[in-house]
Every structure is written in structure tokens, then in C-alpha cells.
């Protein structure tokens, strides 16, 4: 079946601008996460998503950062006022509940010149 | 703060050599011990993980790891490592309170033929 899929796969913009990034999670996977994968580090979490429940949102790293999921399925992390520190690889993931396996997208490459 | 270490940047390895790959996490609480990988071009998928019961745990293509409390240590091995395990190795830590995952920064396994 289809797994996580992201979009687009590649992102280049000046600084400044807003961009959206977009998820879409395995069918009925009722868990979402976004994290950044920055130049030789891990993967920082940003945001999870559990059902109807309020997001943990601790992870953000500012307010430049948002992310929403409309009908418990779709996710979009909106960057606005993007800095070239945002540049990073934004992955997402999916699973059946919190402490079960995670399904990763490919990623999305993002580049702020 | 919850943090994971890897203490392997990078490893080159024969064929058939063995393999161990370090992981210790910091929190002392219950945790849920996850190995990722990610081979040239793909996306992360799940090695193994460990919830509780047996601290050794075997994943896929002949992996395993051996959970050590007392040491807070989550060491992945294999046996005898093939060209095909080439590829990038993520520990997680995901604590049974919290909806965070603790990522390490990554062991780059290169295996000569």
C-alpha cells in the first residue's frame, strides 16, 4: 500500500518568504510527527499529532513555525519569515498509535538563500 | 534534558566483519528504545525496538540489540555485516510519558566489499 508521502520533495526560497510543507500520513495511522533533520545532526521533533487531540507542540522552535491537520488525516508545517537557519531536511511520520513503529516520509529538502 | 549518544560517527567495515554500534540515552525513567536505518536514497525504516520484556531484541537482516538498564545502553550488533548494510544508523529514545521521540545524531556504516 502507499506509504507517507510528502510535498515537494525539494524547496529553494529566499529569505523572508513564508512556504508550506505537506504531509500525507498512511491511511487510519491516527499519529503524525514532523521533525528537521539538519547538516550532521539527528532528528529534531517538532510536532506530534494524536486523533482529535491538542498537538504537542513543544518541539517548535519558534513561532515562525505552525503546523496543522485537517481532518485527522493531511498535515502542513508552515515556516513563516524563513531564515537560513530553516534550511534542513523536514521529515514526517505516521503510525497506528504514539508507541508504535513509525513510517517516514522521503523529506522535504528545504533551501533559504 | 533527554538526550541520545552515539559514540560512532562514522564506521568502515569489511564484509563479514562484526558489528556493534553504541546507543545510551540519558533519561532514567521507562523508556521505549527504538534502531532506525536509512540506506542510500531511502527513507527511515524501523530496524528493532524494544518495549520491555527480553532485553535482547532481534530485528531484520540479522540484527539485534541488547537493552542494559543499568548502563542506559541500547548497543545494536550484527554478526558478520554485508555490502548491503551500508547505510545510516539512527537510536531512539521515546519515554513512556511523553509523545517525544530522542533521535542521535547518526552512525554512518560503510562496508567494503
Known amino acids: 500500500g502507499a506509504g507517507v508521502s510528502q510535498s515537494p520533495s525539494n524547496k529553494v526560497t529566499e529569505k523572508g518568504k513564508d512556504v508550506e510543507l505537506r504531509c500525507d500520513p498512511i491511511?487510519?495511522?491516527?499519529?503524525l510527527y514532523w521533525y528537521r533533520q539538519s547538516l550532521g545532526q539527528g532528528l529534531e521533533f517538532l510536532i506530534y499529532?494524536?486523533?482529535?487531540?491538542?498537538?504537542?507542540k513543544s518541539g517548535l522552535p519558534s513561532d515562525r513555525f505552525s503546523a496543522e491537520r485537517t481532518g485527522g488525516s493531511v498535515s502542513t508545517l508552515t515556516i513563516q519569515r524563513t531564515q537560513q537557519e530553516d534550511s534542513a531536511v523536514y521529515l514526517c511520520?505516521?503510525?497506528?498509535?504514539?508507541?508504535?513503529?513509525?513510517?517516514f516520509g522521503p523529506g522535504t529538502r528545504l533551501t533559504v538563500t | 534534558a533527554q538526550s541520545v549518544s552515539q559514540h560512532n560517527h562514522h564506521v568502515i567495515l569489511s564484509e563479514a566483519a562484526s558489528l556493534e554500534l553504541g546507543c545510551n540515552y540519558s533519561?532514567?525513567?521507562?523508556?521505549?528504545l527504538f534502531w532506525y536505518v536509512q540506506y542510500p536514497g531511502q527513507h527511515l525504516q524501523l530496524l528493532l525496538k524494544?518495549?520491555?520484556?527480553?532485553?535482547l531484541v532481534k530485528g531484520i537482516k540479522g540484527f539485534e540489540a541488547e537493552f542494559i538498564k543499568s548502563k542506559f545502553s541500547f548497543n545494536l550488533r550484527k554478526p558478520s555485516v554485508q555490502w548491503s548494510d551500508t547505510a545510516e544508523y539512527f537510536c531512539?529514545?521515546?519515554?513512556?510519558?511523553?509523545?517525544?521521540?530522542?533521535f542521535g545524531t547518526g552512525t554512518s556504516l560503510t562496508v567494503i566489499p
Open positions: 511520520a505516521s503510525s497506528l498509535v504514539w508507541s508504535n513503529e513509525q513510517y
Open positions: 491511511s487510519g495511522h491516527t499519529a
Open positions: 499529532f494524536q486523533g482529535n487531540s491538542a498537538p504537542d
Open positions: 533519561y532514567g525513567g521507562t523508556v521505549n
Open positions: 524494544y518495549f520491555s520484556g527480553d532485553p
Open positions: 531512539a529514545v521515546n519515554r513512556d510519558t511523553g509523545n517525544q521521540f530522542y
